[in-house]
């Protein structure tokens, strides 16, 4: 029901859109985040966005760098990542929350598959 796409192999400095389509339910009414596995670690949050889209979070690592935003018309997030480092590099999911969510995992409800993004130096 959701669908991550846009990553890929970029190199160190530049810039890529992850989008997180949704299917079959509308998450309109969801909080959305992006979290990341890296080659070897836990899984980890990236950015937080409220149903409105009025409120964001964002982890340290990426506050500056990373934007979230959605389109609820579309049913679908999106995830613009520039000044990419190698260690961006991982498996990029997306998650719906229906009461709230924000940095951990046990408070989504759906995720999608993934989508791979690679950082080369």
Not at 11 to 27: D, I, K, V, Y
Not at 55 to 67: M, Q
Not at 91 to 116: F, L, S
Request: net charge neutral; proline share 2%; glycine share 12%.
């Amino acid at each position: 029901q959701l669908q991550a796409s846009g990553g890929g192999p970029v190199e160190a400095g530049g810039a890529l859109r992850l989008s997180c389509a949704a299917s079959g339910r509308t998450f309109s009414r969801y909080g959305m985040g992006w979290f990341r596995q890296a080659p070897g670690k836990e899984r980890e949050f990236v950015a937080f966005i409220s149903w409105s889209g009025d409120s964001t979070k964002y982890a340290d690592s990426v506050k500056g760098r990373f934007t979230i935003s959605r389109d609820n018309a579309k049913n679908t997030v999106y995830l613009q990542m520039s000044s990419l480092k190698p260690e961006d590099t991982a498996v990029y999911y997306c998650a719906a929350a229906a009461r709230g969510g924000i940095w951990y995992e046990h408070e989504y409800d759906y995720w999608g598959q993934g989508t791979e993004v690679t950082v080369s130096s």
